[in-house]
């Protein structure tokens, strides 16, 4: 039991740290996004083009490591 908790919650947590498509998700967004030099389209775009190759590398790894136990 407690090892189906731990791929869950390790699961989880790799997918939510892929929250980069908008200036509040990180400081470093939002200080280029207060610089001016950088609009919310352009930030949405490149984080949704990265969230979907981080969802096909979490789907992929989560389906290892669950068939592993």
Not at 10 to 34: K, W
Not at 56 to 66: D, F, K, P, R
């Amino acid at each position: 039991m407690v090892l189906i908790m731990f791929l869950v919650i390790t699961t989880v947590l790799l997918a939510a740290s892929t929250a980069m498509s908008l200036p509040i998700s990180t400081p470093p967004n939002a200080i280029a996004y207060g610089s001016g030099y950088i609009k919310i389209k352009d930030m949405a775009v490149a984080g949704t083009l990265i969230g979907v190759f981080i969802l096909i590398i979490i789907g992929i790894s989560a389906m290892s490591w669950w068939r592993l136990f």
